[in-house]
């Protein structure tokens, strides 16, 4: 019990010390991303991967923003890992994806990516791609916010309140928080179904 106490009242903290104005900004980004016919890739590795399915279907269907993954395409991302290396697997893939200017990725990852410790090489040779392009980063990260966080144009690092329970609190709550930007006025363009029924 007491494990579960502790978990529910760290995650009591974490809500009150998120920093709203980055969600702010992020759902301004993407407004304007979907208002310049822009298109939103969503990268994660790991339980990041299956968030960024879960969001792709999100932006698509919620907001009518054109979104992406390259983990939604097992035939095309192993053959890149088996050919060409996981670390550039993600960079190739935007590129065969043609990114531009007015579109924005958005990152899904604990860490935020680090060359220097070598974690998340794969999101981090992503994210100096994107700049290159000129294209909005964004990202929902947690710990320090690795090379997300020093980039991103709109960064929401999730607090690490107790260094044993990371991974779980910046997963889950990365969940909570593109949950609710696609539920924000601002994007939200359709209807949900369980909402639909008064």
Request: with cysteine.
């Amino acid at each position: 019990m007491n494990f579960i106490n502790n978990y529910i009242a760290e995650s009591k903290e974490i809500l009150d010390a998120i920093d709203l104005e980055q969600i702010l900004k992020i759902i301004s980004i993407l407004k304007k991303t979907r208002e310049n016919d822009g298109r939103l890739f969503i990268l994660g590795v790991g339980g990041g991967a299956g968030h960024a399915s879960h969001a792709v279907n999100d932006f698509r269907k919620i907001c009518g923003i054109e979104a992406y993954s390259p983990s939604d395409n097992v035939s095309e991302l192993t053959a890149r890992v088996n050919d060409d290396g996981w670390d550039t697997s993600y960079v190739n893939w935007l590129m065969g994806s043609r990114l531009k200017k007015d579109d924005t990725l958005l990152i899904f990852s604990v860490g935020g990516g680090s060359l220097e410790k070598s974690v998340s090489v794969n999101i981090v040779k992503s994210l100096q791609y994107a700049i290159e392009k000129g294209s909005k980063i964004c990202g929902i990260v947690g710990r320090d916010g690795g090379y997300t966080a020093e980039i991103a144009d709109a960064c929401v690092v999730i607090p690490p309140i107790n260094p044993e329970n990371i991974t779980p609190h910046t997963e889950g709550f990365q969940a909570l928080v593109w949950h609710l930007i696609v539920a924000h006025p601002d994007l939200q363009m359709f209807e949900m179904k369980w909402e639909s029924f008064k």
